[in-house]
């Protein structure tokens, strides 16, 4: 079974990047990557999906190496809108649908 | 679209007591998921569903029971409620796997207390 673990906090300030790293080390030959944005008394929204090497869509980059075994999500330029939680989830290759694994989540606090 | 919805937003159950939480989206997704969140916690799968008359148990299915007669709507069913059950719901749902994308929208969530 797929364990996902990312740093519990972490602070940035206004207009930076910032890289959240997710590790998953069993993580399976099919499974993707998935990462979510979840806001107080929200549910989760996604931000961005990957599989291997890197995708970028119009809010994020999703960076995976080689051996998958980690995943980093960066936030390029950063605003006080983007203070939220964030979880990788992994999971559904094959037949992994029920084995899906969020992790616990990293606070980014952005500060002005 | 109203995407996802969940009812009722917030529920008190006394120990022992059952109840239904409603889920419905109107996407025509195949895939649906109830999970949990514990204060401070990631989320956990419950249950999930690939299509209708189809579920299976994800990572904490003790407690809980699902059902899924239309694409739309997917309950979920707890019986003899415990304060272990007291947490946030949500119910999710996505695309089929074969597309490739495994977005998943999620709805407002249902807080449980259960005392």
């Known amino acids: 079974l797929a364990k996902t673990t990312q740093p519990i906090s972490m602070d940035s300030y206004e207009g930076q990047e910032v890289n959240i790293t997710c590790s998953h080390n069993?993580?399976?030959?099919?499974?993707?990557i998935t990462w979510y944005q979840q806001f107080p008394s929200q549910g989760p929204r996604f931000i961005i999906q990957?599989?291997?090497t890197k995708v970028t869509n119009e809010v994020a980059s999703l960076f995976i190496p080689a051996d998958r075994k980690s995943s980093t999500l960066s936030l390029p330029r950063v605003s006080l809108s983007d203070t939220a939680v964030y979880y990788c989830?992994?999971?559904?290759?094959?037949?992994?649908?029920?084995?899906?694994?969020f992790g616990q989540g990293t606070t980014l606090q952005v500060k002005p | 679209n109203a995407g996802v919805t969940q009812t009722p937003k917030f529920r008190i159950l006394k120990i022992g007591q059952s109840m239904t939480l409603q889920c419905t989206q109107d996407?025509?997704?195949?895939?649906m998921y109830w999970y949990r969140q514990d204060p401070g916690m990631g989320l956990k799968l419950i249950y999930y569903?690939?299509?209708?008359?189809?579920?299976d148990k994800g990572e904490v299915p003790n407690g809980y029971n699902v059902s899924r007669s239309t694409t739309e709507d997917f309950p979920l069913r707890l019986e003899l409620a415990a304060p272990s059950q007291t947490s946030v719901y949500f119910c999710?749902?996505?695309?089929?796997?074969?597309?490739?994308?495994?977005?998943?929208?999620f709805g407002p969530g249902t807080r449980l207390t259960v005392t």
């Open positions: 569903s690939v299509g209708a008359g189809i579920t």
């Open positions: 999710a749902s996505s695309y089929s796997r074969d597309r490739d994308d495994y977005e998943q929208y």
């Open positions: 069993n993580i399976a030959t099919n499974d993707y």
């Open positions: 990957g599989y291997k």
């Open positions: 989830l992994v999971g559904y290759g094959s037949s992994n649908t029920g084995k899906l694994i």
């Open positions: 996407m025509n997704h195949n895939y």
